[in-house]
């Protein structure tokens, strides 16, 4: 079952995915779970201010039951 759980995030003037998930996750490699709740805006690189989006919420993954390779 797919959760569709979401924050709406208002983008500041110069956000590109890369910073929005940089800024919610700690991480960059999210961007892609972000551009699927929002792919009215696939083509944007840089965004004015004023735009919302959704930010799905994540789940936080317990890296103690990651094997090694996995951890961060």
């Known amino acids: 079952m797919e959760d569709n759980t979401y924050y709406e995030y208002e983008t500041l003037e110069g956000d590109t995915w890369d910073s929005i998930s940089l800024d919610f ?6 961007v ?3 551009m699927a ?9 840089i ?3 004023g735009v ?3 930010i799905p919420a994540l789940e936080k993954v317990d ?3 990651l ?5 961060g």
């Open 25 to 30: 996750f700690d991480d960059e490699n999210y």
């Open 32 to 34: 892609s779970e972000i």
């Open 37 to 45: 709740m929002n792919p009215e805006y696939i083509s944007i690189l």
């Open 47 to 49: 965004f004015s201010e």
């Open 52 to 54: 919302i989006l959704k």
């Open 63 to 65: 890296e103690s039951s």
């Open 67 to 71: 094997p090694p390779w996995k951890r």
